[in-house]
């Protein structure tokens, strides 16, 4: 993703596309799950405490995964 990432054009996009989290709690647990929507798998990670220590957000969108880094997860984080 760019610098001009905007994660409300993003979510207007994506919103409904079915999502998939692989995160890394520590250096011993990985963990991978599915979501409906981009917005479950947000709300998800809101509610993680404490916050992984890595994480990969993919979206499933014209028959591929479309994976976002963690600086952009945090910018759907702050903003959704």
């Known amino acids: 993703m760019s610098e001009n990432f905007s994660a409300k054009e993003t ?8 999502t998939t989290l692989t995160f890394t709690r520590d250096e011993f ?3 991978e799950k599915a979501f409906p929507t981009m917005r479950d798998a ?3 990670l809101k509610a ?3 916050i992984p220590v890595e994480i990969v957000l993919y979206i ?3 028959g591929r995964d479309i994976p ?9 984080m702050q903003e959704l």
């Open 48 to 50: 993680l405490d404490p």
């Open 68 to 76: 976002f880094d963690r600086e952009n997860i945090a910018k759907l």
């Open 11 to 18: 979510f207007a996009i994506y919103g409904e596309s079915e």
């Open 29 to 31: 647990y990985t963990e």
């Open 60 to 62: 499933r969108a014209h």
């Open 42 to 44: 947000v709300d998800y």
